[in-house]
């Protein structure tokens, strides 16, 4: 039996299994088992080649925002209106098909887009070149997930499902779980929250299943199996995501009032450059970047060129080594 239906068969027996405490254990046990398989999915062949001609582009800016969504839903529209870089746009699915890099200037930082080509359902199995995207999706400062605001919201729900699939989180935090092994000892499980979702027996049921005997474990949130199991994997990556809802000017006013309600939502006419301004704005606050001006002494602050950081790696050593990485050697001290 393939890997491929190997998870099939899992998904489709906890499909078919009642949530309830009494079949906890066998869930956490299948969601392990789960997760080692598409761990084994993802993981490239010996000899395989690496991720395919076109895929692998070198970073550049301070930040890389990576274009993900069906095919022909405007992506290249958009790409070529934000950047000026030339993306190929057709009615025809499937007009690109490598990854087009441009480069957004904005609010003095230099951003690197990334116009990838279309995924379909399956991706994270394969299917439609979907691990040679996801791969460089998982590369991304944040991901803008563009959508045909006149197809059904599914295609939303299809994505996040691909996304999940392949270890990426969308805008989630890690969870608060301290775990380390041990060779012996047994398992020390403690919590500083209530557990609602976990008990001892489940945990160890996760840990049976990656043939662990021995860790400590500290819960310090409300965590579900899914959380412990990602911890476990150590391989997930936490991404902020924005939900690009093009074609807007093909709606009526009440519609684009509902479109509006939706989490983490920007509508847009990528073809009218309409609501580009709060795209942007959205982008910048999502990246989570903060902008530092120097200011020779006895003058005015330099307004023209900031250095950018993110907000939670902006010290005087980050700004130093931003710059150059030998001033911090030779800094005494610094005025900020």
Request: with cysteine; charged share 25%.
């Amino acid at each position: 039996m393939s890997t491929y239906d190997k998870i099939k068969e899992i998904e489709t027996e906890m499909a078919r299994t009642q949530k309830n405490k009494a079949t906890a254990y066998h869930l956490g046990t299948l969601k392990a088992k789960l997760a080692k398989l598409k761990r084994e999915l993802l993981t490239p062949a010996k000899g395989s080649g690496g991720g395919g001609e076109g895929f692998d582009v070198a970073g550049t800016g301070v930040a890389r925002v990576g274009f993900i969504g069906f095919p022909s839903v405007g992506k290249s529209t958009l790409m070529s209106k934000m950047t000026g870089t030339f993306s190929e746009v057709s009615e025809v699915e499937f007009t690109t098909l490598t990854t087009v890099p441009g480069v957004l200037q904005y609010k003095g930082a230099k951003i690197q887009i990334l116009d990838l080509p279309g995924i379909i359902e399956g991706a994270k199995d394969g299917k439609g070149r979907g691990r040679q995207v996801i791969a460089v999706a998982r590369t991304c400062s944040l991901i803008f997930i563009v959508l045909d605001v006149l197809k059904p919201l599914t295609h939303k729900a299809v994505i996040e499902r691909e996304m999940e699939g392949v270890g990426i989180r969308m805008n989630k935090e890690p969870p608060n779980i301290v775990f380390r092994k041990k060779d012996k000892g047994g398992i020390n499980m403690t919590n500083t929250v209530p557990l609602t979702n976990l008990d001892k027996d489940v945990v160890k049921s996760i840990l049976n299943e990656y043939r662990i005997s021995s860790a400590d474990i500290s819960f310090r949130c409300d965590a579900t199996a899914d959380d412990l199991i990602d911890v476990i994997e150590g391989n997930r990556v936490y991404i902020p995501a924005v939900y690009v809802l093009n074609k807007i000017d093909q709606i009526s006013i009440e519609e684009l009032d509902l479109v509006y309600k939706i989490p983490h939502a920007v509508p847009i006419s990528a073809h009218h450059e309409w609501n580009f301004d709060e795209l942007l704005e959205k982008m910048w606050e999502y990246l989570n970047l903060v902008r530092i001006y120097t200011k020779p002494k006895g003058q005015l602050p330099d307004y023209s060129a900031p250095v950018v950081l993110k907000k939670d790696r902006s010290t005087v050593s980050d700004f130093c080594n931003a710059i150059h990485k030998g001033i911090l050697k030779e800094l005494s001290h610094a005025q900020v």
